[in-house]
């Protein structure tokens, strides 16, 4: 089992530009979790998916957020345009039960210049 | 809303002590699930031990073991025979329905 993978693992980019983090899951879970982490705010869960659909994206802090899950073995997270406030470690999870906890991938730490 | 505190922003132990970490949390519901995960500077969030409200016995996964004191609201881990690889952040996390609500973290640092 390769784990939850997640690309790339460090982005630098400049304000302005479109930035897409990409996630693959445990091959038979059947839900996603988008996860931000900042020093400030900790971890802060900005959008799950269950099936391929998205059930709570409350957390997602604006419409320059958005993510999708085509398939039960991809999913992305696109900032557009990105500012340097979306600076982070993003994290994605999954899991077959939540109640045994989620298995995280290695996480992207985005940098916003 | 349900929210988890870890009053301890860092802490330290020598190698082979014995540590607590402490987590308290709010909630008004009765079943429920609490997780301790572990942060080691590779960034990787990995499961140490898990825990339902429904049972009263504390989880004990190796070394790793917790005091779940559910009238209290709180839930602490104990890490005995500390080794130099426990050095992490660690972080309490709650659970009802589906969603993990995390604690700020502790940073534990084992010393020689």
């Known amino acids: 089992d390769a784990g939850v993978i997640q690309s790339p693992r460090h982005e630098v980019t400049e304000m302005g530009q479109e930035v897409t983090l990409r996630c693959k899951p445990i091959?038979?879970?059947?839900?996603l979790f988008w996860y931000r982490q900042t020093m400030m705010r900790g971890l802060e869960l900005l959008i799950y998916?269950?099936?391929?659909?998205?059930?709570?994206d409350s957390g997602m802090p604006e419409d320059r957020f958005s993510a999708k899950m085509p398939n039960a073995s991809f999913s992305t997270l696109k900032i557009q345009p990105s500012e340097p406030r979306d600076s982070a470690v993003y994290f994605c999870?999954?899991?077959?039960?939540?109640?045994?906890?989620?298995?995280f991938g290695s996480g992207t730490r985005l940098t916003v210049v | 809303a349900q929210t988890v505190t870890q009053s301890q922003p860092e802490m330290s132990v020598q190698e082979a002590e014995t540590v607590t970490l402490s987590c308290t949390y709010d909630?008004?519901?009765?079943?429920?699930?609490l997780f301790w995960y572990k942060q080691p500077p590779s960034r990787q969030m990995i499961l140490v031990i898990r825990?339902?409200?429904?049972?009263?016995q504390n989880a004990t996964e190796n070394r790793f073991s917790v005091n779940f004191q559910k009238a209290a609201k709180s839930f602490s881990l104990k890490i005995s025979d500390s080794q130099l690889g426990d050095t992490a952040m660690y972080f309490c996390?709650?659970?009802?329905?589906?969603?993990?609500?995390f604690g700020k973290g502790t940073s534990l640092l084992v010393t020689p």
């Open positions: 999870a999954s899991s077959l039960r939540g109640d045994y906890g989620y298995t």
């Open positions: 091959s038979g879970h059947n839900s």
């Open positions: 998916f269950n099936n391929n659909v998205p059930i709570d």
């Open positions: 909630t008004s519901e009765n079943n429920y699930y």
């Open positions: 825990q339902e409200a429904y049972k009263q």
């Open positions: 996390a709650f659970m009802t329905l589906y969603a993990l609500n």
